[in-house]
């Protein structure tokens, strides 16, 4: 028998919400999951900070950012009745969330954990059998909270995979872009980028300043990634190139940091959080 209420839900790659009708039989195993680990990450023993980029805090630390929850995630606790159920053989899957009194329960979610045209065996009765459906796994831990139009979590890598915060970041000072200049993946024109960068640049370079995603990056595998979206990076002197062009210079700034994917059933080519096509 299913649940008559609905808590649990996924949210896509494109930022729209599916409910998720759980059995009976498992609803509270799943509910245990979102709320006990919610409980360990979010006490009232652990200090609160306010997030402004920086990524290093202790063990009983949490960053927090404040906004408003997107109305088409709100809506999963104030009408749930009207969101289309998951369907794992056409949607694709950033995160898991629990919602129950008014907490929101975060979990990345990536196509590892989809169990779908894949050979899985399970014991059963003394023997393996195969497990012919589409399945998900619920991993036993939640990476963020939202609670009183505040965001919390501990990794931004996380964080930022659910919702976009570059935002919340400041703006790279001409002094962070001389050190971004000086990055071994990148060959860049330093003094044109302060002269032409506006915030969103600016943002885009504090977030990859902070987050050291190029570090140990291989700019050969870079561009060859880049490919698959059509945004061409010359490669010069096994250094990437940071061309003197905004437009270029944004899609290029957004690859690096990850903010490009593709549509799990057409094959489009995204950015997250806008559903623009690249």
Do not use: H
């Not at 028998?1 to 059995?23: E, S, Y």
């Not at 949490?62 to 997107?70: D, Q």
């Not at 969103?200 to 050969?220: D, E, F, V, Y």
């Not at 094959?267 to 690249?278: D, I, L, M, P, Q």
């Amino acid at each position: 028998m299913k649940n008559v209420t609905c808590n649990f839900f996924a949210m896509l790659k494109d930022d729209t919400v599916r409910k998720i009708d759980l059995l009976q039989t498992i609803t509270a195993d799943i509910r245990n999951v979102f709320i006990n680990n919610g409980n360990a990450f979010l006490n009232e023993d652990v200090e609160e900070i306010l997030f402004d980029g920086n990524f290093n805090i202790q063990d009983e630390e949490i960053l927090y950012v404040e906004f408003e929850l997107p109305e088409n995630v709100a809506e999963s606790s104030t009408n749930p009745i009207g969101l289309k159920v998951l369907n794992l053989a056409t949607d694709d899957i950033k995160a898991l969330f629990w919602v129950e009194d008014e907490v929101y329960y975060f979990q990345n979610f990536d196509k590892r954990k989809l169990l779908q045209n894949k050979n899985v065996i399970f014991w059963d009765k003394d023997t393996f059998d195969k497990f012919t459906n589409n399945a998900l796994i619920v991993d036993n831990m939640v990476n963020a909270i939202y609670i009183n139009n505040r965001f919390y979590f501990k990794s931004y890598a996380n964080a930022n995979k659910i919702f976009s915060l570059i935002s919340f970041f400041e703006a790279a000072s001409d002094e962070v872009i001389d050190q971004f200049a000086t990055n071994g993946t990148l060959t860049v024109d330093a003094n044109w980028l302060k002269e032409n960068a506006d915030t969103i640049i600016k943002k885009q370079i504090t977030l990859i300043q902070n987050s050291n995603i190029l570090t140990n990056a291989s700019p050969k595998k870079i561009k060859s990634s880049a490919n698959k979206f059509n945004l061409k990076i010359q490669l010069v002197d096994r250094k990437l190139i940071l061309p003197n062009d905004k437009k270029q210079c944004k899609d290029i700034l957004s690859f690096l940091n990850e903010q490009y994917y593709f549509g799990l059933i057409t094959g489009n080519k995204f950015r997250t959080n806008s559903k623009r096509e690249a």
